[in-house]
């Protein structure tokens, strides 16, 4: 067994628009996204602006590509209400989008290429698709190539912050799945900032790699919040400030449980999402403060090897300074610190 995940958008979210060309052998308006074969070139869509769901599947190869005509290798275990649990899915075909400009009737901007998938081992019946890019809710997109090959690695669609968290940007609250290299983020120490970086890492979640889930208001979220047990969170206290001359420290989540609303959230698989930026820096995550990607030794070494090296490649003093790349953006307590700035006589978790 397998698992992997992708994050999937419901193929009703992407809909042929009324001003697309149709007719013999073209979709009808107002029919979602279907596979290559029937959607020519020209095609043009609208998106409705829906969130990516996480989905779950068993890959009984154990690769790393999500398979067109392999209907029996890919089996869903978590659908998330987009596909039925149990049900049998190809990633079906590619097809490449940019957006489209009404007033000139031609594309702009850079593709953004759709895996769509299907169940069933039927081409026709699809159920979702995933996006390299990131499509703008309220515009259109025309269709600009494509190929009946669907094949698509998981390192490229995988959904460090659990997906759904949303985060604090400049264009309003976003889902960290979202983040990319040039989104703006607010940072505590420098307003909103660029990120030069974001990646993934998909774990096994059970045992210590278990997320640890904050419930609402715990720590000022308005949602509940889960993250990688060393993930760490602004924790703000008159304690910490007699102890350590600082307010405001950064403790590792995994340090808080055993505290009211704080549990570990177990899954058979997670992904982590980071993003990084040219110095460390403080960010809002669901309404309260955490930490952006801190690529010392210990954390890169828990990244996959083709994203730590791309991750070496564009910051190439993480290699000849691992284990302190970059100055901290506040006081990082560890164990013994973490009990005195929260009072807690805990046992700390490892």
Request: charged share 20%.
């Amino acid at each position: 067994m397998a698992i992997r995940q992708v994050v999937a958008y419901d193929n009703e979210s992407l809909k042929v628009a009324s001003n697309s060309p149709w007719g013999w052998g073209r979709p009808r308006p107002g029919s979602p996204i279907i596979n290559n074969s029937d959607s020519p070139n020209g095609t043009i869509y609208d998106f409705s602006g829906a969130v990516g769901k996480v989905v779950t599947l068993d890959d009984t190869r154990q690769i790393d590509v999500f398979n067109d005509d392999m209907p029996n290798q890919h089996r869903i275990t978590d659908g998330n209400g987009l596909v039925a649990n149990g049900a049998r899915v190809e990633s079906e075909s590619l097809i490449v989008l940019r957006e489209y400009d009404p007033v000139t009737g031609r594309p702009i901007g850079q593709t953004i290429e759709i895996n769509v998938y299907s169940q069933g081992g039927r081409t026709s019946d699809i159920w979702g698709f995933s996006e390299t890019g990131k499509l703008q809710p309220g515009k259109q997109y025309i269709k600009v190539g494509g190929s009946n090959n669907g094949d698509s690695n998981y390192a490229n669609i995988a959904p460090c912050f659990t997906p759904g968290t949303l985060i604090r940007t400049e264009d309003g609250p976003a889902p960290v799945e979202e983040i990319a290299a040039g989104t703006r983020v607010w940072t505590q120490g420098d307003g909103f900032q660029p990120v030069l970086w974001a990646g993934a890492t998909l774990v096994d979640g059970r045992g210590r790699a278990a997320p640890v889930e904050f419930a609402p208001g715990v720590l000022g979220n308005a949602r509940p919040l889960a993250v990688s047990p060393s993930h760490r969170m602004v924790h703000v206290s008159a304690r910490a400030e007699l102890a350590f001359g600082h307010a405001q420290v950064l403790i590792p989540a995994k340090f808080f449980l055993g505290r009211p609303g704080v549990r570990r959230r177990p899954a058979r698989a997670v992904a982590y999402h980071h993003f990084m930026f040219d110095r460390h820096q403080i960010v809002e995550a669901e309404g309260c403060l955490s930490e952006s990607f801190y690529p010392g030794a210990m954390a890169l070494s828990g990244l996959e090897a083709q994203t730590r090296d791309e991750l070496i490649r564009l910051f190439p003093e993480l290699a000849a300074r691992p284990e302190a790349p970059m100055e901290l953006a506040g006081f990082c307590a560890r164990a013994h610190e973490a009990r005195v700035a929260l009072g807690s006589d805990l046992r700390l978790s490892a």
